[in-house]
């Protein structure tokens, strides 16, 4: 089946950047999540990208998207304390009748 | 608006014991799924809904579990009886499409002794 791929930390420096990735296998996505998951919370709807365009930004938040790769990256600029938390990629296509196809998640760790 | 409703938020029962979680989607969604997350096996979709029909039950766990959706702002998650190993976060999410971009409510997070 279709699978999406995360690696499940990333430590950076207040202030730094942090750029999280996400891999995936179905060539025929139509869109792309990140979702964001803060302790004891729910997933929160961050951004998406439709698989026609090959970035998006949104304030500090610039999603990548290479669709020859099927790389998907979400960079956080000046990243702060209150953005740590739990990075989902996911992805939906025809293939998934238009379900979500999570990636496992990558926690992100702020050190000052 | 509310957001996606879940209740209760916090659930202690013992093994055996019928346990029942509540989700109310956003208004005007026609999509509705259940999730449970875990450390050992992430997140999982369990069921989803669209238009108060099951679609796809594939990810239901065991026949003691059962999910029901009688109109289109109310879903229960059943799980009789409840063991140990239900212990987890359970997710409502809702959707105004057919299930892409979805919102999270809070989750339940039950544990089972």
């Known amino acids: 089946g279709e699978d999406v791929e995360q690696s499940l930390f990333l430590s950076v420096r207040e202030g730094d950047s942090s750029v999280i990735n996400c891999t995936y296998t179905d060539s025929s996505s139509t869109y792309l999540y990140w979702y964001k998951q803060e302790p004891g919370a729910g997933l929160q709807l961050l951004t998406y990208i439709f698989s026609?365009?090959?970035?998006?930004q949104?304030?500090?938040?610039?999603?990548?998207?290479?669709?020859?790769?099927?790389?998907?990256?979400?960079?956080?600029?000046?990243?702060?304390?209150?953005?740590?938390a739990i990075y989902f990629c996911a992805e939906s296509s025809v293939i998934s009748n238009y379900q979500l196809i999570w990636g496992a998640g990558t926690?992100?760790?702020?050190?000052? | 608006d509310a957001g996606?409703?879940?209740?209760?938020?916090?659930?202690v029962t013992e093994m055996g014991q019928e346990v029942?979680?509540?989700?109310?989607?956003?208004?005007?969604?026609?999509?509705?799924?259940?999730?449970r997350?875990?450390?050992?096996?992430?997140?999982?979709?369990?069921?989803y809904f669209n238009n108060n029909v099951p679609i796809d039950d594939s990810g239901m766990p065991e026949d003691r579990f059962s999910a029901k959706m009688p109109n289109a702002s109310f879903s229960t998650l059943k799980i009789?009886?409840?063991?140990?190993?239900?212990?987890?976060?359970?997710?409502?999410?809702?959707?105004?499409?057919s299930g892409d971009t979805q919102y999270f409510g809070p989750g339940t997070r039950l544990t089972v002794l």
């Not at chain 2, 029942?20 to 999730?35: E, M």
Request: hydrophobic share 35%; glycine share 4%.
């Open chain 1, 107 to 112: 926690k992100l760790i702020i050190k000052p």
């Open chain 1, 52 to 56: 026609n365009m090959d970035m998006k």
């Open chain 1, 58 to 84: 949104d304030q500090r938040l610039t999603v990548l998207l290479n669709k020859k790769d099927k790389h998907l990256s979400l960079r956080i600029a000046d990243t702060q304390t209150g953005d740590s």
């Open chain 2, 37 to 47: 997350q875990t450390m050992m096996r992430g997140l999982e979709l369990l069921i």
């Open chain 2, 20 to 35: 029942t979680l509540r989700c109310k989607p956003i208004s005007g969604h026609n999509s509705l799924f259940w999730y």
């Open chain 2, 4 to 11: 996606v409703i879940q209740s209760p938020r916090h659930e």
């Open chain 2, 80 to 97: 009789q009886p409840s063991e140990p190993r239900d212990s987890a976060v359970y997710f409502c999410a809702s959707s105004p499409t």
